[in-house]
């Protein structure tokens, strides 16, 4: 895989006031292309057409939650290897590891520092292409 | 990472939003608790009170986080349990309700970095606290209070609860009162029982009312990792859990090994090794002085004879070293006669061992020494409020310093810091407001600064800092970091006064030549400008 650097995001959030927060932390100073979804369904949708490089997906959402709307994003061909990075209130090392399981290349906690959460990204990012490299 | 003020600005306004919007979340949550177990509303309030966790700390309500997780925590316990909540479990409920109205009310200031990173764990990073209880309004305070440092509690009101919980790998510390309605040692006696039955691997520390021997033995024999007396002083039991649950590991003990035979000395390097103590062999006796400052040992491991001197010499020339009176010294020789022995003792040494020795008798015999030194060294080292250094220590370590950085070529800086109008805190709002202000200043030392440098309380209100390798532009870029940080601080008076308080700070640089004292009355005289100045800023010494 090339080297490629992090650029389009799609998020899916079902919390306005987070998205809001995530908003700027993503755009003004992560200085991401960010597509904001507000549930699954619209995340399975948009995501196509919008070809994220990352997608970022709140666990506790009601109607289709994280996890199903990660499955139901593996199903669609062209989404089949996107990276998927959970954002949850709830960390224990045990969910971690099952979030991973699911095909999570890693979790972020939440509540986030808006000021350092693009940080965390392209580290996730770096790591995640380290990893994919042979 | 620097702010723009537009990402500020725009970051204030959804803050101030988030605010507006948080009396009708309250409401909303008050409602569906109220409401009861009807038609999944316990679902509704989990998923209500998991949001409030997952946004508070990021619009600038740390407490309201920590409060809405026991929440959440609670809730999706009894759910998981396929129940609704008992009535303890209601009662607490209805306290974390109430303590998220509180928790709104007081936000904290939005500083562009963290200025207490602590407030703000990543919630990876938190750890998991059983606390077994039933005082359920003490249980409630201590889980919220501790709630703020990053550690998650979850309650059980009976040891009997504790015994059926499932096990929990991110289980890091088990709390545990003594006295239950089930028996006067119900606490004690549930640990010994689970830990029979092989099912607690976590440090337990007691918590309790009873301050006589025999609750003291029963809390032994359990196996416990502290004991702390009621009423709880949570700054003293979050020092515990941060010592049992710190993610470093501990500094390795050091063992300093004087012993002409090289190869012998060697082999018992390699045996303290094997117990991961570090070593380091000094052959030539005469270089002890050079070893003991740059190793800073922990227990010096002596042979009796030794070309040049005795250990016995050796041991009455340490003794004198002001910063060597505690260190244990041990003796490792052929020596059979006791009242050579003694002698030997007399001028210093701790302890007689005899060799040749098997490898665990002299791993056994090292550690419980090293184990009662560190123990001792803090007690004597430490400010008992603080955490700190003592003055005492401070002088000592500065001396150390620039002793090293003389012999090494290298620098150093020590910072002087005098919180500002400290009387008046005092006089306004009492000497435990006051005491809790220099906590909070001791908290944001202790986590804001690098490992290297050394900290030291070194008077009532006068803080000194330690910077290695550090030159002074260097060092004022960090010490105005912290100012700015500290003076945005809020300090709680009572629920509704707050005020803020703020220091000012003297910094002088090692230069080839000045001695410690040097050092220090430079450093001094630069506080003093900076009060005269108008406080609440740095100032570096004229050199």
């Not at chain 2, 090293?370 to 000592?396: F, I, M």
Request: proline share 5%; net charge negative; aromatic share 6%.
């Amino acid at each position: 895989m090339a080297d490629k650097s992090l650029q389009r995001i799609l998020y899916v959030e079902d919390e306005p006031d987070i998205q809001a927060v995530a908003r700027i932390a993503l755009e003004a100073v992560g200085g991401f292309e960010l597509h904001v979804c507000n549930s699954g369904q619209e995340a399975l949708d948009a995501a196509p057409s919008f070809d994220p490089d990352l997608i970022l997906l709140d666990v506790m959402m009601p109607g289709m939650d994280g996890p199903s709307t990660l499955s139901a994003l593996r199903e669609l061909p062209a989404l089949s290897k996107t990276p998927v990075v959970f954002m949850t209130a709830k960390v224990q090392n045990a969910e971690v590891a099952h979030y991973r399981q699911l095909g999570a290349v890693d979790v972020i906690a939440k509540p986030f520092d808006p000021m350092t959460l693009s940080t965390t990204l392209h580290g996730i990012w770096k790591t995640y292409l380290d990893e994919a490299r042979p | 990472m620097s702010t723009t003020p537009d990402i500020a600005q725009q970051l204030r306004v959804l803050r101030e939003n988030y605010a507006r919007q948080l009396p009708d979340k309250l409401a909303l949550i008050e409602q569906t608790f109220r409401n009861g177990d009807v038609d999944g509303e316990l679902q509704n309030l989990r998923f209500l009170a998991h949001g409030l966790a997952g946004s508070g700390a990021t619009f600038g309500y740390p407490g309201l986080s920590a409060a809405a997780r026991q929440l959440e925590t609670l809730v999706d316990g009894a759910l998981c349990a396929g129940r609704v909540l008992n009535t303890e479990e209601n009662h607490t409920a209805a306290k974390l309700v109430e303590a998220l109205g509180h928790e709104t009310r007081t936000p904290v200031e939005w500083i562009p970095t963290p200025a207490l990173p602590a407030r703000v764990t990543p919630d990876a990073a938190r750890k998991l606290i059983y606390l077994v209880e039933d005082d359920t309004e003490l249980a409630l305070d201590v889980a919220l209070q501790l709630g703020h440092f990053g550690y998650t509690v979850r309650t059980f009101e009976t040891p009997e609860k504790l015994l059926e919980a499932p096990a929990d790998d991110s289980l890091a510390v088990v709390l545990m009162d003594i006295v239950f309605p089930q028996g006067e040692l119900a606490g004690p006696e549930a640990i010994v029982k689970m830990s029979a039955a092989k099912r607690l691997q976590a440090p337990v520390i007691f918590l309790s009312v009873r301050n006589d021997l025999a609750a003291r033995l029963a809390t032994t024999r359990a196996g416990a990792a502290a004991y702390l007396m009621k009423p709880i002083d949570i700054g003293a039991l979050v020092g515990e859990l941060d010592e049992l649950v710190r993610d470093h590991p501990p500094e390795p003990y050091r063992v300093l090994i004087v012993d002409d035979n090289g190869p012998l000395a060697e082999h018992h390097a390699f045996t303290l090794q094997s117990a991961g103590i570090s070593t380091e062999v000094a052959t030539d006796p005469m270089a002890i002085l050079a070893h003991l400052d740059d190793f800073k040992p922990d227990l010096v491991l002596m042979d009796m004879y030794m070309p040049g001197c005795t250990g016995a010499e050796l041991a009455a020339v340490v003794r004198q070293l002001k910063n060597y009176v505690l260190v244990p010294i041990v003796f490792l020789s052929t020596e059979s006669n006791t009242s050579r022995q003694l002698t030997a003792m007399r001028l210093g040494g701790d302890d007689f061992l005899t060799k040749p020795i098997a490898p665990e008798h002299l791993i056994s015999a090292v550690s419980i020494r090293l184990r009662r030194y560190r123990v001792l060294r803090a007690h004597v080292e430490r400010d008992s409020l603080t955490g700190l250094l003592n003055h005492a220590a401070t002088k000592d370590r500065l001396a150390t310093e620039i002793a090293r950085s003389t012999r090494q070529g290298s620098f150093c800086c020590f910072a002087e810091l005098d919180l500002d109008l400290f009387k008046q805190v005092n006089d306004t709002y009492g000497h435990l407001i006051g005491d809790r202000v220099l906590k909070s200043l001791a908290e944001l030392l202790k986590r804001r600064l690098r490992r290297g440098d050394i900290v030291g309380r070194i008077g009532g209100e006068e803080f000194g800092i330690i910077l290695p390798n550090t030159k002074a532009a260097g060092a004022a870029a960090l010490l105005d970091e912290l100012r700015d940080a500290f003076s945005q601080v809020r300090q709680y008076a009572s629920i509704e006064r707050e005020f803020t308080a703020t220091f000012s700070c003297g910094i002088a640089e090692y230069r080839g030549g000045s001695s410690s004292n040097d050092i220090y009355v430079l450093a001094d005289k630069a506080l003093y400008r900076a009060k005269q100045a108008g406080r609440n800023r740095v100032m570096l010494a004229e050199q």
